[in-house]
């Protein structure tokens, strides 16, 4: 089980499955949390989307296996 976040910790999230940002929990209402964006706004989000450290949300970025294109050339397909 989870920890529960208290109000004012700063905590971090996920942006756009690639930006780790650092936010201040605002409210608690069930399982959702209100966070503050330190140069303002705020999004409501689940607490599993919420990490304590920036450690456990590097671990949550999906890796991008690198894929190994080659340039194809018009002239490569024999016409």
């Known amino acids: 089980m989870q920890e529960r976040l208290e109000v004012g910790s ?13 936010v ?16 303002g706004g ?7 989307r919420i990490f304590p450290t ?4 590097e671990i949550k970025i999906p890796v991008r296996a690198e894929v190994n294109r080659r340039f194809s050339s018009p002239y490569d397909y024999g016409m």
């Open 24 to 39: 201040v929990v605002a409210a608690r209402r069930g399982d959702f949390y209100t966070v503050r964006f330190l140069n």
């Open 54 to 57: 920036r450690e456990e949300a």
């Open 10 to 22: 700063h905590v971090f999230i996920i942006e756009s499955n690639r930006t780790i940002t650092e």
């Open 42 to 48: 705020a999004i409501q989000l689940r607490r599993s």
